[in-house]
């Protein structure tokens, strides 16, 4: 059967509507270039376009840790299970995601080595030997690396694979006041990435005593609200308190001579941030990204025929070379028409379109169309350096109003069961008064179906009402919802 022109174009842009969301995020991955499946299930190739973005968020999350005094190191990737069993609460939260080596070659190893699911039990012996005296501490380390955590069993790219990529931190202090001190700030730089650069507002709180990381005193996470109703855990900051020093044996003599435990921190930002950014931002006609964060910010598309073309093509050349902060692709390719590299780079997401012809060029101005909105206008070639950083800004701000509007339309109060189960069933998150006890958590996954505690905001009211669970007292007003 022949293929026409319209199914080669369905072939090559978004044939799902985003309310289709698995369907659609899939296109969006694979159309827009972002990333790959490979035979290794669970793993993705993140493709240039993908990566490129992560290196952004990377170099910018680095260079606000370095101004903290941050040092990035870098610790081995195989963990001996001897040190993985020390921690007991730590490990068995991940015991059933560990992958093993067991074999090197035909030979079996005397002791067999984890890969990497977090790094805690690989640096912390080192920890020990390396401190010995309050004049060692702080001690802030962070690596850049990959994890693997194998135990669930349905990928999603960027959002859920088994193996990804991120930041890693593990801080040591000689007081747990200076140690807790730094959650501000550890948050502060994630939600200035976040915001700022991704252009996505979260929803800032401690994880219940059931959903905080294994091993920590207490869990601040980052949650998203997505396209589809479910949520998502961004960064997060985790207080481990003394748990990890007391079973690595990671102690200082203090001012006075005394030996003391060390106080710990470790915090994370994801390659899940790109999913929640690609998912939150994109629309039916492709990707959606961000001017700060777009590593090309324009495209420019000369439009011309062989009597023009000499002179269209040398003033595109002109503007691309004065807009060269922006990063911008002049495509000049012949064998294309331009309603094609239209669609092609809408598709991609690069956040300003440039279009300049042989009218354009009479009247000393080009034809600008902004990815965000789908609006044109026309400016004069001399304008361009001035006016572009404007629009540029605008279409930030406007992509975090959408994506903050689309937050709060989709948070709700509640006071009952009845009514959180109707929140969740409408794909909301709910801020539901709750007791604290394990019980009233277990319960309520059962009773909506697989909901969550997500976080718990600390601004809390005075009066928190009664658990919808059990009736009693709440503790808090938590934020519940499904999430990945």
Not at 289 to 312: G, H, L, Y
């Amino acid at each position: 059967m022949t293929k026409t022109k319209d199914d080669k174009k369905s072939d090559l842009g978004i044939t799902a509507e985003k309310d289709e969301f698995s369907e659609w995020f899939t296109q969006i991955m694979l159309k827009a270039d972002l990333a790959d499946y490979t035979d290794v299930s669970g793993c993705i190739v993140f493709k240039p376009t993908a990566y490129e973005i992560w290196e952004k968020i990377k170099e910018e999350t680095d260079k606000r840790f370095k101004k903290l005094g941050i040092k990035n190191a870098y610790f081995p990737l195989f963990i001996p299970e001897k040190f993985l069993s020390k921690e007991k609460e730590h490990v068995e939260g991940f015991s059933p995601e560990v992958a093993w080596v067991t074999h090197a070659g035909d030979t079996k190893l005397s002791e067999r080595l984890a890969v990497r699911p977090t790094s805690e039990t690989i640096m912390y012996p080192s920890y020990s030997k390396w401190i010995r005296s309050w004049k060692d501490l702080p001690l802030k380390l962070n690596q850049w690396n990959n994890v693997v955590r194998w135990e669930f069993k349905h990928p999603v790219p960027f959002l859920r694979t088994r193996e990804f990529l991120w930041n890693e931190g593990h801080t040591v202090y000689s007081t747990k006041q200076e140690a807790e001190n730094e959650k501000n700030e550890i948050i502060g730089v994630y939600n200035e990435i976040c915001e700022e650069f991704l252009a996505l507002p979260s929803l800032i709180g401690k994880k219940s005593e059931k959903e905080k990381f294994a091993g920590a005193e207490y869990t601040v996470s980052m949650e998203f609200y997505m396209p589809n109703g479910k949520s998502v855990q961004g960064p997060d900051f985790h207080f481990d308190g003394q748990n990890f020093a007391k079973a690595y044996d990671i102690k200082f003599l203090n001012k006075d001579g005394k030996e003391e435990y060390a106080w710990q921190n470790t915090f994370a930002i994801s390659t899940r941030m790109l999913g929640v950014m690609f998912a939150i931002h994109s629309d039916e006609k492709g990707l959606v990204i961000p001017p700060r964060i777009a590593v090309n910010k324009i495209v420019i598309i000369p439009i011309f025929d062989e009597k023009t073309k000499k002179e269209v093509l040398s003033e595109a050349r002109e503007i691309q070379k004065n807009l060269k902060e922006f990063n911008p692709i002049l495509n000049d390719r012949e064998d294309q028409r331009p309603g094609f590299k239209f669609n092609e780079y809408e598709l991609k997401g690069i956040p300003m379109r440039i279009e300049i012809g042989p009218r354009d060029l009479q009247k000393k101005e080009v034809t600008l169309f902004r990815r965000d909105n789908f609006k044109k206008q026309s400016i004069k070639i001399k304008d361009l350096n001035k006016e572009i950083p404007k629009i540029m800004e605008d279409i930030q701000k406007n992509l975090y109003k959408k994506a903050e509007k689309l937050l709060k339309d989709n948070l709700v109060e509640v006071e009952s069961l009845k009514n959180l189960q109707k929140a969740i069933e409408d794909k909301k998150i709910a801020l539901t008064p709750l007791c604290s006890s394990r019980e009233c958590e277990d319960m309520l996954k059962f009773k909506t179906n697989g909901a969550k505690i997500l976080n718990i905001s600390e601004n809390q009211p005075k009066q928190k009402g009664n658990c919808v669970i059990c009736n009693k007292p709440a503790n808090y007003i938590a934020r519940v919802g499904k999430s990945y």
